[in-house]
Each structure stands twice: as C-alpha cells, then as structure tokens.
C-alpha cells in the first residue's frame, strides 16, 4: 500500500499508522516483546517461549484476540513446526547412532530456550 507514496511523504506516514495502529496492537504480549528490548532477535528467549505455549495472553478480552493472531501467523506457526521437526530429526539420528553402535552427542548453542532438545 506504500508503494505508490513519495520517500519524502514516507516518514509522515509511518509516524500515522504508529499513532493509530500501536495502542490497538502493542495491547498483546508478543508484539511488544520485541519493542521492550532493543536487543531481540528472532530466537529470543521469552518470544519463543510465549510462541510455544501458543495460548492467548494479554490483560483484556481483546489483547487475548490480538495475541492469539500473531501467534496463528506463519512464522509463529513455522517455529513451532520447526520444534516438531527438530525432535524428529533427535530421534532418527539417535537410532542411528545406536544402530552403528556409537553415543549419540547433541549440540544445541544459542538455541533459545531448547524445547526440542527439553521434550526429546
């Protein structure tokens, strides 16, 4: 929808849409989180955490609705899929190692908070 506007008119714009959209939006744990901290990636403790747990959270009816959106969007869905293919993988690799007779060794670094190796 920006496409069409002058770079000149861009920032004016941005700064409307913030004024409007954020008190309706920032109501909801998820999307705040990264606004909180300025250092957050897209591993981030506490969003991955929140993305996980996949339940409606918020202080009203209504932040509950909007979070339960975000986490129905497809790179919420994509991590949680991603921690159902990771404990897969554990899995074959680790009959694979004990087919051939050898110790299984994981290494999960700067993996957030590890839920597929926790549930493997």
Same mark, same amino acid.
């Given at each position: 929808?920006?496409? &069409?506007?002058?770079?000149?008119?861009?920032?004016?714009?941005?700064?409307?849409?913030?004024?409007?959209?954020?008190?309706?939006?920032?109501?909801? &744990?998820?999307?705040?989180? &990264?606004?909180?901290?300025?250092?957050?990636?897209? #591993?981030?403790?506490?969003?991955?955490?929140?993305?996980?747990?996949?339940?409606?959270? #918020?202080?009203?009816?209504f932040a509950?609705?909007?979070?339960?959106?975000?986490? *129905?969007q497809p &790179?919420?869905?994509?991590?949680?899929?991603?921690?159902?293919?990771?404990?897969?993988r554990l899995? *074959?690799?680790?009959?694979?190692?004990?087919?051939? #007779?050898?110790?299984?060794?994981?290494?999960?670094?700067?993996? #957030?908070?590890?839920?597929?190796?926790?549930?493997?």
């Open positions: 929808m920006a496409e &069409p506007l002058e770079k000149e008119d861009m920032p004016a714009h941005r700064d409307y849409m913030r004024r409007q959209l954020h008190p309706l939006l920032l109501c909801s &744990p998820l999307p705040i989180a &990264p606004l909180k901290n300025r250092w957050v990636y897209a #591993g981030d403790y506490e969003m991955v955490n929140m993305i996980l747990r996949n339940v409606p959270e #918020g202080g009203s009816l509950k609705v909007v979070n339960s959106w975000f986490l *129905d &790179p919420a869905r994509a991590h949680r899929n991603r921690i159902d293919y990771l404990k897969g899995v *074959d690799e680790t009959a694979r190692s004990a087919r051939k #007779g050898r110790p299984m060794r994981i290494l999960n670094l700067g993996c #957030g908070p590890a839920v597929e190796v926790q549930e493997f």
